[in-house]
Structure formats: C-alpha cells, structure tokens
C-alpha cells in the first residue's frame, strides 16, 4: 500500500469542540487525546512561573541542562540527545536527516509520518498490521518488504492508534533486518514512558542507522508546551540537530521539562493508576455487547464497533454530553468501526462507561 498525497487528522481538538457546543473547554471530558490524568507533575508550575522573568532573553539554544537531565534518566550521553519543540517537529527533520526517498511505514501509524515524508518529496508505502492479528507486527512479511529497498522504517511502539507493543528482542529482529538492508530504523516511542522496560534505547543507541523518538507531553502531561526529544548515536544526532531550527525549545518549556524529570514520584504514581485504570477500563469497556477492545501497553485503549453502527455516529451522540472520543477511520489500516479513547481517572472512566451504556445497551 503506497501513499502520494497525505492529511493528518488529529485528537484533542477540544477547544474547537467546546466552540461548537458553546461551552468552556475545561466543560469538555477528553478521551481523545491520552494525556497523563494527573496533570503536570507538582513542581512544573512553579518552575514554570520562576522562568518566566528570563523570556526576554532568548532560550538557552540546543537546551543543554535538559539534554543533560534526559542523557541522566536514560543513561547515555548529552551528544546522543537532542530537545526540540514536540516529537512532531523531529518527525518533520527526520527525512531531511535520513536522506532518501522511500518509506517503509508500520501501520497503523501515527498521521504525522506521511503528512512530513510526503512533504519531503518522499514515497510512502505501508506494511499494514491486522486487528485479526493483534496487531503483531509481522517479522517475516517485514523482510520480504525490506528486501525491496527502503531508507527508513517507522514503527512506533506502542503503537498509536492501536496501543500495540513490540517486544525488545521482536525491535531487536527488526534492528537486524534493517542493518542487513542498510534501512534507517526510527522508533516512535513517543509512549514509552508507560512501559519504559520495554524501550529499545540500548538497541538503537548501539546502531549506526537508528533513532528512538520520545515524547515529554503525554506522560508529563504538558502538550500545550511542545516538548520532545530523539535518543540516537552522535553522528545521527548531529544531522538531526542540524535540522532543528534555533531556539526551538523555549525557555518555559526547557524549565518545565527540568522539573519533570526530577520527580520520580510522580512517575511511580503514574504507571501504577495508568495500570489498574487500563485494566480497569478495559474489563468494562469488554463487557459492553456492541464492542471489542484491543490490549494496549500506553494510556489509551483501541476499541471496535461490532454491530454495524459507525464510531463517528457515536462519537457524535456522546458530543451532548461533552464527552469526546477519537474515531479512528482516518489512521491507516483502521475503518468507521474503530474508536481511541485514553485511559483517564476512575471518575472520568465511569462517566464514559456509563454513556457508553446508555447509548450502546438498549
């Protein structure tokens, strides 16, 4: 499956939500887009506010004390990180980093992938996991495609939409296979801090065609200020830094960051309620007649209409009661059956089931 022409459609558009119903934003309950339940970690606020009197200075270019805090929580070096403005705007360098012309694509995938390759002048063809399948990435359809000539593969894992996760030693195979094609290997592991064992940093940091792609928005729950960052070796770094425009990063945002990452706490907190909540969510979501729901690993479950009704029009019926949820027949390899929604608080979870009731259980 190959790909001219791409658009990317994405969750969390709450305030245009809250615009069409006429109502405050913070009205809106948003299971659309997977952001940590427990907002920033509590000192982010405050490191936030004690920045602010350094904006009329310009930010501390290339964000090294953040790149040193991150090389210190993965355990690599300052050389093998570099900080830029969400994980979006390194998806949008990477192919000018990479160089070449063809994509390989696991799907389904993130919509920014396309939407920045094509942008590139780049061809896109998809290998495409199957819900038939649990979205298991197929190791041996992935060689015979390799074996066609690639200059990069995108996996994400976990896999969004789908919640999906590859194991160590499977991205271990796939690192192998891309090695034995000369294909650069970039991991989106934009959710991986939900599951952090299972990062293939110490694979990737040991290549020398490879790039993890990570993201301090969702666990830490800061979207609003655009932080991200990729993992690789130096020479890989190098090229991608070049490509980041100066200052990417803002003051604010490099001081958030910094205190995110001090609080190992909060992370501690985090995993544990994104456990029980995802467990939790899904045995209720399961019982529901109308609906399958999918294993995920992240903050978010991937979930399937089973009686023919389109998860837009439900989508739309839940909208009155001001709750969102993110159909997903504009991902790749997913159609009007399928729906996301994140893995929120307890309360925020009963709302949502109990709609769900409402409007699937008659």
């Known amino acids: 499956m190959a790909v001219s022409e791409a658009s990317c459609v994405h969750g969390g558009n709450v305030f245009a939500v809250a615009r069409q119903l006429g109502v405050a934003p913070a009205e809106i309950l948003d299971f659309s887009a997977s952001i940590n339940p427990l907002g920033p970690p509590p000192g982010v606020a405050e490191a936030v506010a004690a920045a602010f009197a350094r904006v ?22 300052p050389d093998e990180v570099c900080v830029a403005n969400g994980s979006t705007e390194l998806i949008w360098a990477l192919p000018r980093a990479v160089g070449g012309r063809r994509a390989l694509v696991v799907a389904p995938p993130f919509g920014e992938y396309a939407q920045a390759l094509v942008q590139a002048g780049w061809q896109v063809d998809y290998l495409l996991t199957t819900a038939a399948e649990g979205f298991t990435l197929p190791l041996d359809q992935l060689a015979e495609r390799l074996a066609a000539g690639y200059d990069l593969l995108l996996l ?37 801090n939900f599951c952090e064992e299972s990062s293939a940093k110490g694979i990737v940091l040991n290549a020398e065609r490879g790039m993890i792609l990570r993201s301090l928005t969702k666990f830490f729950a800061l979207p609003g200020l655009r932080l991200g960052y990729a993992l690789g070796p130096t020479a890989v ?9 100066p200052w990417s ?13 001090a609080d190992p706490a909060y992370r501690e907190r985090t995993r544990q309620l994104i456990a029980e909540e995802r467990c939790w969510l899904a045995l209720q979501l399961a019982e529901l007649p109308a609906l399958q729901v999918y294993p995920a690993a992240a903050n978010y479950l991937l979930v399937e209409m089973t009686t023919g009704l389109p998860a837009a029009v439900l989508r739309d019926r839940l909208l009155p009661e001001r709750i969102l949820i993110r159909e997903c027949s504009t991902f790749v390899g997913l159609d009007n059956r399928f729906f996301r929604v994140a893995v929120r608080s307890r309360a925020d979870n009963d709302r949502l089931v109990a709609a769900l009731q409402r409007h699937l259980v008659s």
């Open 56 to 77: 009329v200075h310009y930010p501390d270019d290339g964000a090294p004390e953040l790149r040193a805090a991150l090389a210190g929580y993965h355990g690599c070096r």
């Open 249 to 261: 990063v803002g003051t604010l945002a490099q001081a958030a960051g910094l205190a995110a990452l």
């Open 156 to 192: 994400g894992n976990p896999g969004n939409p789908t919640g999906a996760l590859v194991p160590p030693a499977t991205v271990a195979e796939v690192a192998r296979l891309c090695r034995q094609r000369s294909t650069f290997l970039a991991l989106d592991e934009a959710f991986m």
């Open 237 to 245: 770094i190098a090229r991608l830094a070049a490509q980041v425009p």
